[in-house]
């Protein structure tokens, strides 16, 4: 029940980390966004390996625009979270340390 509003947060905040991707790399984040997007990095294997695209991306084509990271991509990107989520199962009783 509440399980779908935690995976439904959880897959908000990655969006928004998909959203910060382009501002980190060409360093243009505020310190508290690229703190922000850091710590989710620590803990998200999935926006983790979608840094990874983007810095392979940038390596193409020089540099990435906010127009480079086309609704393709971020779909892209979405399939893979739920495809690991998918994979892992619904892993119940996600207790961070406190
Ligand atoms: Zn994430």
Redesign the pocket.
Known sequence: MSLRIRLRRRDV??RQ?VELVTGYLEGTLGRADRRRFES?LAG?P??TEYLAQMRATIHLTGRITPEDLTPAMRQDFIALYRRWHAERGDQSGSGGSA
């Open positions: 905040v990655c980390a989710h998200c999935h926006c």
